[in-house]
C-alpha cells in the first residue's frame, strides 16, 4: 500500500495519504500502542492540502497522547478567503471611477490638470494589467487543467476577474479621456463665429 515508516518519539508510526481534486484522505497506525486512525476530508485544494498535511499529523500526535504542535499552515485557508477582496476592490474602482466622471461632467474646476490625467490612467491601469496577465498565464502555461481541478476557485476567480479588468482598462481609459476632452470642445465651439456666447 505505499506505507510510510516514520519513527517519532511515541515510536514507529506507519501512514499514508490520498489527494485529489475535491477530497482528501489519512490514515495512520501506531503498531506499539495498537492504535489507527482513518480521516477522510470532502475537500480539498492544492493549498489547502498543505494545512491539512499538518491537521492530520497533529490528530496523529493526539493519538499517541501528545500534544500536537503549532500548524503553521492554518492560515492557508484564511489566506485564500483573502482573494475575494480583489472583486471587491474591481467594484469599488468602477464606483469611484464612475463617480470621479461625474463630477467632473458637472465641475470643469475640479478636472485634473494634463500630467494628472494621465495619472488617472495609467496608475489604475497597473493593478487591471496584473490580473489579465494573470489570467493570460493560467490559460496559456500548460497547467490550466491540472489548476482548474486542484485550485478552481482562485482559477474562476482570476479568469473572472482578468476578463473584467481587461475590458475596464478599455472602458475606463476611454471614459475619462473623452470627459477631459468634453470642455476643450466647447470651449473651441464659443470661440467659432455663428455661436451663442
Known sequence: MGWFVQQTDQGVSLWHDGTGPDYFSYMVLLPDQHRGLVLLFNTNEFMINLALKFVVGGAASLLAGVQ????????????????????????????????????????????????????????????NLALVFCALWLLTSGMFRFWLFFMADLTWLALICGSIALVWIVVRTTLILRTLREPQASKALIGRPGTEQ
Open 68 to 127: 500536537p504542535e503549532y500548524i503553521p499552515w492554518a492560515v492557508v485557508p484564511w489566506s485564500l478567503r483573502a482573494f475575494l477582496i480583489i472583486p471587491a476592490l474591481q467594484a469599488l474602482g468602477i464606483f469611484l471611477t464612475l463617480m470621479a466622471v461625474r463630477r467632473w461632467r458637472q465641475d470643469e474646476n475640479r478636472r485634473p490638470g494634463s500630467v494628472r490625467k494621465w495619472l488617472q490612467v495609467v496608475l489604475p491601469a497597473i493593478p
